[in-house]
């Protein structure tokens, strides 16, 4: 006979009765608190007011549209006014909800929902603002996640609770002078990232609005405004971390503890990054590199177009942009075409025929035909000189200047050589061509043995 088992395994690992009891607890909650009239009030009112809001937000919109078209164009203030503008409907929800709170409160009615819905509703007006202000995707990223959970925690009671839990989650650091003990929770770190992030990013702001001024500033040489937006670019950052770690409330002194092992970070996997920074100080400081300067490296041609603070951009006649770290121009050098002066001298080397007698003519004619050439220095009068004496040809070098090497030497040396073809040929001066003089000793035999005849 087979006795049964009033307990199952099943039982043993899932309390059924348990969940049966949760189960029934969470639907009488709803029968009470939501099932009544206040709340079906409530529900109704918000349904409603979508319709006032569907009818006066665009109305309110044309108006202020039509009202600040020709006062406000460009600018952040357009930015805000076109991000208030497409959210004039949701705007107009809010408001009509806080009328709604306001009368259910002045009638002494429960108004609980209508409070939910306008911290929700306002949570999504934030992340939609900076949204269409911002206009960056990460940015908009950051504001979904952080802002429209801690709204919904908020709404249904659940913030404080967590608060206290992210602070239970803490690490020792050590102990002050005092001997008060020092944490670092989970809560003080996800406030420090959120303060960084915002004061990151108005120092960003307060970095791009320096850096416009110091673009209209013509006194101020490329140079040191170069070197003024890097300092801007390290500085603005940290002291953006450091006031978000003093609004945290995190004593600054503990960070000594970790001082070792970021020395020994920096020294192993950051150091090219921190040698390329430390290059980029040195190159502003010293002026031996510039915006604008025009540049040769490894036979490529360019001129510096931005120095940031690990490279230097150099765009190169071809369009294309080169990222030259920093540290490369300090260990490897550069040629630096403009440095101390502009002026640039170009070399055209080129041979003219052994049957040119008069070689004084052909000097004159290059000298010439090179000032007529629009680029080259007037002031500063071409040389041509005679070279050697090459296998087919007599070698020449026409040396001559300009002040623009940024537009490049290869279209200027071409012009020149076209202008001494022109004024050779007006001369009758011979470009020579490979030459090559066959002498023969001796004829081969012929199979007989009989010599060859000569075609002679």
């Given at each position: 006979?087979?006795?049964?088992?009033?307990?199952?395994?099943?039982?043993?690992?899932?309390?059924?009765?348990?969940?049966?009891?949760?189960?029934?607890?969470?639907?009488?909650?709803?029968?009470?608190?939501?099932?009544?009239?206040?709340?079906?009030?409530?529900?109704?009112?918000?349904?409603?007011?979508?319709?006032?809001?569907?009818?006066?937000g665009p109305r309110l919109r044309r108006l202020v549209e039509h009202h600040t078209a020709s006062r406000i164009r460009t600018g952040l203030a357009r930015r805000l006014l076109s991000a208030a503008l497409a959210l004039a409907t949701p705007l107009a929800?809010?408001?009509?909800?806080?009328?709604?709170?306001?009368?259910?409160?002045?009638?002494?009615?429960?108004?609980?929902?209508?409070?939910?819905?306008?911290?929700?509703?306002?949570?999504?007006?934030?992340?939609?603002?900076?949204?269409?202000?911002?206009?960056?995707?990460?940015?908009?990223?950051?504001?979904?996640?952080?802002?429209?959970?801690?709204?919904?925690l908020d709404v249904f009671g659940l913030l404080d609770d967590v608060v206290i839990q992210l602070q239970a989650l803490a690490i020792p650091l050590g102990e002050t002078a005092d001997g008060a003990p020092v944490d670092l929770s989970l809560f003080d770190?996800?406030?420090?990232?959120?303060?960084?992030?915002?004061?990151?990013?108005?120092?960003?702001?307060?970095?791009?609005?320096?850096?416009?001024?110091?673009?209209?500033?013509?006194?101020?040489?490329?140079?040191?405004?170069?070197?003024?937006?890097?300092?801007?670019?390290?500085?603005?950052?940290?002291?953006?971390?450091?006031?978000?770690?003093?609004?945290?409330?995190?004593?600054?002194?503990?960070?000594?503890?970790?001082?070792?092992?970021?020395?020994?970070?920096?020294?192993?996997?950051?150091?090219?990054?921190?040698?390329?920074?430390?290059?980029?100080?040195?190159?502003?400081?010293?002026?031996?590199?510039?915006?604008?300067?025009?540049?040769?490296?490894?036979?490529?041609?360019?001129?510096?177009?931005?120095?940031?603070?690990?490279?230097?951009?150099?765009?190169?006649?071809?369009?294309?942009?080169?990222?030259?770290?920093?540290?490369?121009?300090?260990?490897?050098?550069?040629?630096?075409?403009?440095?101390?002066?502009?002026?640039?001298?170009?070399?055209?080397?080129?041979?003219?025929?052994?049957?040119?007698?008069?070689?004084?003519?052909?000097?004159?004619?290059?000298?010439?035909?090179?000032?007529?050439?629009?680029?080259?220095?007037?002031?500063?009068?071409?040389?041509?000189?005679?070279?050697?004496?090459?296998?087919?040809?007599?070698?020449?070098?026409?040396?001559?200047?300009?002040?623009?090497?940024?537009?490049?030497?290869?279209?200027?040396?071409?012009?020149?050589?076209?202008?001494?073809?022109?004024?050779?040929?007006?001369?009758?001066?011979?470009?020579?061509?490979?030459?090559?003089?066959?002498?023969v000793k001796e004829l081969p035999r012929s199979r007989t043995g009989a010599r060859i005849a000569s075609p002679d």
């Amino acid at each position: 006979m087979i006795q049964t088992q009033d307990d199952s395994a099943l039982d043993d690992l899932v309390p059924v009765e348990v969940l049966q009891e949760h189960l029934l607890a969470v639907w009488h909650w709803f029968l009470q608190a939501m099932l009544n009239l206040d709340i079906a009030l409530q529900i109704g009112l918000i349904a409603a007011a979508i319709i006032p809001a569907l009818m006066f937000g665009p109305r309110l919109r044309r108006l202020v549209e039509h009202h600040t078209a020709s006062r406000i164009r460009t600018g952040l203030a357009r930015r805000l006014l076109s991000a208030a503008l497409a959210l004039a409907t949701p705007l107009a929800l809010l408001m009509v909800l806080a009328t709604i709170r306001i009368v259910l409160g002045s009638l002494d009615r429960p108004y609980g929902l209508i409070d939910a819905a306008m911290s929700l509703m306002s949570a999504w007006l934030v992340i939609r603002a900076v949204t269409l202000i911002i206009r960056s995707k990460f940015w908009s990223n950051v504001a979904f996640y952080v802002i429209w959970p801690v709204a919904a925690l908020d709404v249904f009671g659940l913030l404080d609770d967590v608060v206290i839990q992210l602070q239970a989650l803490a690490i020792p650091l050590g102990e002050t002078a005092d001997g008060a003990p020092v944490d670092l929770s989970l809560f003080d770190i996800l406030r420090t990232v959120i303060y960084f992030a915002a004061l990151f990013w108005l120092a960003s702001l307060a970095g791009r609005a320096v850096n416009a001024q110091l673009e209209k500033a013509e006194e101020i040489s490329p140079a040191f405004r170069a070197l003024i937006a890097k300092v801007l670019g390290f500085v603005l950052p940290v002291a953006a971390l450091l006031i978000a770690l003093q609004l945290t409330g995190f004593n600054i002194a503990t960070l000594a503890i970790f001082s070792g092992a970021v020395g020994i970070g920096v020294g192993l996997g950051l150091q090219k990054t921190v040698a390329n920074f430390a290059a980029g100080f040195t190159l502003l400081a010293d002026k031996s590199i510039k915006p604008g300067d025009a540049l040769e490296i490894d036979g490529t041609f360019g001129w510096v177009t931005e120095m940031q603070s690990r490279y230097v951009s150099i765009r190169t006649r071809d369009g294309t942009e080169m990222l030259i770290p920093n540290e490369r121009f300090i260990v490897e050098g550069v040629i630096n075409w403009s440095k101390s002066d502009r002026a640039v001298r170009v070399h055209a080397p080129f041979g003219v025929s052994y049957a040119t007698e008069d070689v004084e003519l052909v000097q004159r004619v290059a000298i010439e035909a090179a000032q007529s050439v629009e680029r080259v220095l007037a002031d500063k009068t071409p040389v041509c000189n005679l070279m050697g004496y090459g296998a087919s040809s007599v070698d020449f070098d026409l040396r001559f200047w300009i002040t623009d090497p940024e537009n490049g030497l290869s279209n200027i040396r071409s012009a020149v050589n076209v202008a001494l073809w022109k004024a050779f040929k007006a001369h009758d001066i011979e470009f020579p061509f490979p030459q090559l003089d066959i002498h023969v000793k001796e004829l081969p035999r012929s199979r007989t043995g009989a010599r060859i005849a000569s075609p002679d």
